[in-house]
């Protein structure tokens, strides 16, 4: 798998981000039966400020958020809790699934608030920026429902709880 991480806070450093984000994507892409080595991920691990100016360029919301993703391909499902499309690979077999953004602060007041582990926390929000690369979405009900199925097996593949059971 091919992962472009790109590191602009120094804060992760503590993380071990490289193998927490090569363990989340190869467990997710593997659930999903796709091979691994031959999809391309890039992920930016910034702070709320940066995050927060990328929110309001691309969803017109000028405040920080947890995780961002931008899909290289449209694979939404039109039907409300069908399976998204496969993704396509390019003339080379090479599978560009797309960019996810992280942000510091907001992961790790998050973490905090539900008292979990910030690396456990991460791991979650980094199967699910995955999975809004795939073409999963929690809009619509039955997507989200779908797509928190999906997160909780694999997180539990991981040996990490429900990330939507709370005390």
């Known amino acids: 798998m ?10 992760w450093a503590a993380l071990d981000l490289d ?10 892409l593997g659930h999903l039966g796709l091979g691994p080595d031959v999809c391309e991920i890039s992920i930016l691990a910034s702070d709320d ?7 309001a360029d691309f969803r017109g919301k000028p405040s920080p958020t947890n995780v961002l993703s931008w899909p290289a391909q449209d694979l939404a ?7 998204p499309a496969p993704p396509r690979p390019d003339p080379f077999g090479e599978i560009e699934l ?5 942000a510091y602060e907001t992961c790790a007041r998050e973490a905090a608030a539900g008292a979990k582990p910030l690396a456990d ?17 929690h ?4 997507d989200a429902t779908l797509m928190e199925g999906l997160e909780i097996t694999i997180l539990g593949k991981l040996g990490l709880d429900d990330p939507y059971t709370y005390d």
Not at 19 to 28: E, K, M, N, Q, T
Not at 121 to 137: A, C, K, R
Not at 139 to 142: A, E, N
Request: hydrophobic share 50%; charged share 20%; net charge negative.
């Open 49 to 55: 400020a940066a995050i927060a100016g990328l929110n």
């Open 2 to 11: 091919a992962i472009e991480l790109n590191i602009k806070d120094e804060r």
């Open 139 to 142: 809009i619509r009900d039955h």
């Open 77 to 83: 499902a039109q039907t409300d809790g069908a399976s």
């Open 98 to 102: 797309g960019d996810i953004a992280l």
């Open 19 to 28: 193998a927490l984000v090569a363990r989340s994507c190869g467990a997710a």
């Open 121 to 137: 926390h991460v791991t979650h929000l980094v199967v699910h920026g995955l999975l809004h690369l795939l073409g999963y979405d």
